[in-house]
């Protein structure tokens, strides 16, 4: 068989839409936007209900309808989705915080991210949370307006479509209405949610720890929640050679002039070359 | 035993209590993830039968155990109840850290809710290596355990660390 | 022996011990607390089920997931793709291949690449294989669970020959970080698959043994029958999948009705469901499932298609921007993960619903008023794995 990812192609930045040999199930023409009209039936029903209230709405074709509505509206959409297109499973609930991470970096990636204070990653000190600049915020699918969203999904088991929508939660009060009282099964989503992100639901009948341990301090999913462990010390498979104890900072670039930097690179010029995959 | 405490046991006595202890250890039937499923093969599977090094996995009380195998990621939440069964269990007693997890964080090494390691909690005697390690490996790591006893003082081995009550 | 000194440790424990008793909320000192866990042989791991009793009958449930929480939405978050497949493995660890598939469809999903046919059947076997190692321990472990031990003898000497079989493919007995965006990591080794048809007859034989050992016999009926019951609509609101859903009468399969890209639609399977949505039904209905998906794995053996098991992917991977969800009828439920991605080396944000979550969470409406040995049962036959619980 052929090895999988041959390298005949250099450093990719094409991405798999040219490189797939196989066409993409649906239609051959790549103009043609393919129409979904049951999914296009069932934002009809949103929007009747709720004319400009449906602040956006996204439709992949034969897979998925997206509908973001206002807060005051996020009781009833839901409730609609269960009654009128009859969602009555409740797939999940939660949320998501657009914000660029400041601490980002991949364990591949030869270089730390630059913090948003412009302070080197590389020295562990305790820089505060750098504030999120709005302009860097960019939603996904259904657009939005916050940084923060929660997004719930809901199937009708009978016809197997779905519903997922999506509620904007502004910045200076983080808190969304319940959804305990059509679905019991929020209960555990909506718990969790508030411990990852901090987002009250009003009305919820007990908001609580679910994961974490009762003195735990923060909000895990948020973006600018550190992780502490990789401030410290960064990844150790990111060069094949531990630098020598006798170095200072534990975090010597591996090209250094020391023999092991020297072993690293040619390491890594020959798995460019030979074109093995970069995948392990 | 007077003998034991104060230290005077002649070799013939410590080799024979040694043999005795390392050969018929009491696993206790814990696990916490992943490791727990190899660790149950090693057990419970006619393939790797742990039985026949002497080890029995039977007791489900740490209050009957002389052994702990604590396999699987040991969370800051589950710490305090690792700490709590060590500590009920009766001395002499052994652990085996089995797998990454347990050994230093594993592939969780940068969560912000696993303990990077069991040996910040309890002694580890054995670390035995791997995400999961096969079953083979653990029985290594038991067979590791017993040369260690082997060569044990057992007075040392039998005054253990003493129990505070608070 | 450790560096922590006792003092600190006991400190540790001190300022940990409070969070402890918070999680216990008496209001009345009528009744009695019983805790079951985080270590309690029956508990499929370190699941705490806080118990009030008013004899020997519950009042009030309360379940503590999170003994094994590990975090694993943010850490999808600093990882690259290939990484994360490494990750997610170790989620539900019974069947760990299924754990893969979701992902990477999604994945696939978001830079629109479809998988050569030859990996999709391969990836489909192994997919219905996983299922089978997880269910055979569930149902040896069904007989611990109620107080039969010998099952669990017969599942895990039978749990081998599977077992096998993946890591002869794969190299890995679980965890086999196998699947690829775009198909495979490697292709079948020769003769693989006469050995897997074998080894399908064993567990053939094996469900059949258990049916003989376990539902057949009078104590386990007793013990099952009309305890638990969840009524069809609770199920749904709960988000209950899988089995448990089926066994209350739903007649829902995400590999029927969905259409993902594994190689489900091109064998000829059936659903089983169950009405009575009791304990025994769920059991049931996974005994039923395993003999089917070993059905399934036989009529895939015969028909896999030649070809390449990858297709044309770079070298570096990064997924196009935009959104994806994909869920799939794993061996616990339907567990699906939804990709965020925004064209970088590793996603954005992955949500990961995984089956057990939901699954567990209808336990405090389920175990009022229920027995003490009750309690058990319910917790075997819904069964969860902890990694599913608390990701």
Known sequence: MSDPSAGDTDVAEETGTDAAAEAPEGTEAAEEVPRDEVREKQLAVFTEAFGDRVLDSHIVAGVDLWVRVDRADWVAAVELAKVKLGCTFFDFLSGIDWAPSPWGRYEDALEDAPRANGSSPSIPVNTGIPPVDPATVEQGFAGGATRFQVFARLINVKDGTSVVLKVDVPDDDLSVPTLTRLFAGANWHERECWEMFGFTFDGHPGLRHLYLPGGFEGHPLRKDFPLVARMVKPWPGIVDVEPMPATDDPEAAPDEETAAGDAVEAATEDQASTGEEGTQ | MGLVESGKLPKSLTTLLNLSRRYSMWCYQWGLACCAIEMGAAFAGPRYDVMRLGVIPLPASPRQADLVVISGTVTDKMAVSIKRLYEQMPDPKYVISMGSCTNCGGPYWDSYSVTKGVDQIVPVDVYVPGCPPRPEALLEGIVLLQQKIRHEDPATRWRGDPIVVQ | ?391
């Open chain 3, 1 to 391: 022996m450790s560096a922590v000194t006792d003092r600190q440790a006991r400190a540790y424990i001190d300022a940990q011990a409070a969070d402890m008793r918070v999680n216990v909320e008496l209001e009345t000192d009528e009744g009695m607390t019983l805790n079951l866990g985080p270590q309690h042989p029956a508990t499929h791991g370190t699941l705490r089920v806080i118990a009030k009793l008013d004899g020997e009958q519950v009042v009030w449930a309360d379940i503590v997931p999170g003994y094994m929480h590990r975090g694993y939405e943010k850490l999808c978050e600093v990882r690259t793709y290939p990484q994360v497949t490494t990750l997610i493995n170790r989620i539900d660890w019974l069947g760990s291949f299924a754990n893969e598939v979701p992902f990477i469809l999604a994945a696939e999903r978001l830079m629109d690449i479809e998988a050569p046919p030859r990996a999709k059947y391969i990836r489909t076997i192994l997919f219905e294989m996983a299922r089978i190692a997880n269910i055979v321990l569930f149902l040896g472990d069904l007989g611990v669970q109620l107080g039969a031990v010998t099952p669990a003898f017969y599942a895990f000497r039978d749990r081998e020959h599977v077992l096998d079989q993946i890591e002869s493919v794969t190299g890995g007995r679980f965890h086999p970080n196998f699947d690829r965006i775009g198909g495979l990591k490697d292709d079948l080794p020769k003769g693989w698959i006469a050995d897997t048809k074998a080894v399908m007859e064993r567990m053939r034989t094996y469900c059949d043994e258990i049916e003989d050992l376990l539902f057949g016999n009078e104590i386990f009926e007793a013990r099952t029958r009309g305890v638990g019951v969840i009524p069809a609509d609770v199920a749904l609101s709960y988000g209950l999948t899988g089995a448990n859903v089926r066994a209350s009468g739903v007649d829902w399969d995400l590999r029927r009705d969905t259409i993902v890209g594994l190689a489900h639609d091109e064998v000829d399977w059936r659903v089983w469901t169950h009405p009575d949505g009791d304990s025994f039904a769920r059991c049931w209905v996974r005994l039923q499932e395993t003999r089917e998906a070993t059905k399934i794995v036989d009529q895939l053996c015969d028909k896999i298609p030649s070809g390449p098991i990858m297709a044309k992917v770079p070298r570096i991977i990064k997924v196009p921007a935009g959104e994806a969800y994909v869920e799939t009828e794993n061996p616990l439920g339907a567990m699906g993960y939804y990709v965020v991605s925004k064209g970088d080396l590793g996603p954005f944000r992955v949500k990961i619903r995984s089956a057990s979550f939901s699954n567990v969470s209808v336990l405090p409406w389920l175990l009022k008023g229920v027995y003490v040995p009750d309690i058990i049962t319910i917790l075997a036959s819904l069964y969860f794995i902890l990694g599913d619980i608390d990701r």
